[in-house]
Nanobody, 122 residues
Framework: QVQPVESGGGVVQAGGSLRLSCTVS????????MGWFRQALGKEREFVAA????????TVADSVKGRFTISRDNAKSTVYLQMNSLKPEDTAVYYC???????????????WGQGTQVTVSS
């Protein structure tokens, strides 16, 4: 059973930083890509960033480019989302997902974590 597990959410003031982590128990072809999505209250789930275990290719949404960085530690089967210069509009539940390829669409990922809340206060 592949179950991404997120950690690292919390409350931070605007301009601050947080690092989210996501660990998977199994790395196979079907989980070669790891993505971060977020969903604010009353809004649709939104792509944030994604990375592959093999090669480390990355894709980052324009809305967070320059502020958020995605990275991975293959030895730990863990993906990180470093979030800097946080804004109140970054407040959301952040989800980690695993799939075979990088996709900016949620339907491209088969396995999802439970989510971790990030709250940015002004």
């Amino acid at each position: 059973q592949v179950q991404p597990v997120e950690s690292g959410g919390g409350v931070v003031q605007a301009g601050g930083s947080l690092r989210l982590s996501c660990t998977v128990s199994v790395r196979t072809f079907s989980t070669n890509a790891m993505g971060w999505f977020r969903q604010a209250l009353g809004k649709e789930r939104e792509f944030v960033a994604a990375i592959t275990w093999s090669g480390g290719s990355t894709t980052v949404a324009d809305s967070v480019k320059g502020r958020f960085t995605i990275s991975r530690d293959n030895a730990k089967s863990t993906v990180y989302l470093q979030m800097n210069s946080l804004k109140p509009e970054d407040t959301a539940v952040y989800y980690c997902a695993a799939g075979p390829y990088i996709s900016v669409y949620a339907r491209g990922y088969e396995y999802w974590g439970q989510g971790t809340q990030v709250t940015v206060s002004s």
